[in-house]
């Protein structure tokens, strides 16, 4: 076992999954659930035959010179590769995998949880009876909206979209959508899904705003400052993808001047942080990064990470290869 590839696990996974990869390779597990300083990613870099990463490791050009010529496989915890300088790993011939297709149903689950906590001012109820201040019902106490025939504008159409869409379609909602290509006219029909090739000719139109696309250069504060200013004041945001496609102090501050009318969000433009504008803005459900947190998924992810990692020292191509 010890003269086999070293493989670094940079986080503490379910112990399901850690105790599978250590009878199945020489691993070494986190100690300590937090994420590794820069000194401590660079030396687990140089050390490493295969890494296991997660969202928490900013893996930067200056981290990818730290790999030794032994670093072969990157084999992330995860779905989203944002955190990762893809086209720097690619120039050392690093193979990257990534666990796909385990968080939709979860991540959707998310979405409706917000979509539903939002306008119906759940939270703020909830806290209100802890708070032991309720005084009981009034007719005109503690009023949100309707979401039943409500048009709801999801950003990103891919499996985590579409699961969202087949949710709120249950609860009559109106299901548009604005994605980098059109899908096929079966999918639109499943799910009567009107379709907007211009996101800027969408947005204005709708009550609720569902962002599900990934983080890219190119959807980087696809939530613009002006892009914001366009929403009704009535509408809300949802963002369970990636922090940076919002303009999160633009949003703040939209928030603050009720030309929004609330946010429920699970990511953050520069998490772990949180603007303090963010914090104290009205009606807004603030949650750490938790849309794939079930047991089932976390398992699922580790089961993903095993695979790749053995698919790739049996010297065949990881079923979930980015590059």
């Known amino acids: ?25 020489n691993t070494q597990l986190s100690i300590n659930d937090k994420p590794l300083s820069v000194a401590e990613l660079k030396e687990a870099f140089a050390n490493a035959n295969i890494l296991v990463p997660t969202v928490t490791d900013n893996i930067d050009k200056n981290i990818l010179e ?26 050392k011939k690093i ?28 939270i703020e109820g909830e806290k209100l009876i802890r708070s032991g201040n309720w005084i009981g019902w009034s007719p005109t106490h503690m009023m949100g909206r309707r979401i039943w025939g409500k048009r709801l504008g999801i950003i990103g159409m891919g499996s985590i979209g579409q699961a969202v869409a087949r949710r709120a379609k249950g609860f009559g909602l109106l299901i548009h959508y604005h994605n980098r290509n059109r899908l096929p006219e079966v999918i639109e029909e499943a799910h009567d899904a009107t379709y907007w090739k211009d996101l800027d000719q969408m947005l204005p139109k709708m009550d609720i705003i569902s962002i599900n696309c990934p983080s890219t250069p190119e959807t980087f504060h696809l939530l613009s400052k002006e892009r914001l200013s366009a929403l009704q004041s009535h509408a809300y945001i949802i963002n369970t993808s990636r922090g940076k496609v919002i303009d999160e102090d633009a949003l703040a501050d939209k928030l603050k001047d009720g030309e929004i009318a609330g946010a429920g969000l699970d990511v953050f433009e520069r998490e772990p942080a949180v603007s303090k504008a963010l914090l104290s803005a009205p009606n807004t459900v603030l949650l750490p990064h938790m849309g794939s947190a079930t047991v089932e998924a976390r398992i699922e992810m580790g089961e993903k990470v095993i695979v790749n990692i053995q698919t790739f020292l049996n010297g065949h191509k990881p079923p979930d290869r980015i590059i």
Do not use: Q, Y
Not at 5 to 25: A, C, G, N, Q, S
């Open 1 to 25: 076992m010890r003269n086999k590839p070293l493989v670094i696990v940079t986080r503490k996974l379910p112990e399901l999954i850690e105790t599978r990869m250590m009878e199945l390779f």
């Open 66 to 91: 730290a790999a030794s010529d032994n670093l072969k496989l990157i084999a992330n915890f995860g779905n989203g590769i944002d955190h990762i300088d893809i086209d720097h790993a690619s120039g």
């Open 95 to 122: 193979i990257i995998t990534n666990t796909p297709g385990v968080l939709t149903e979860d991540t959707a689950d998310m979405v409706m949880s917000l979509l539903l906590a939002v306008p119906r001012k759940i």
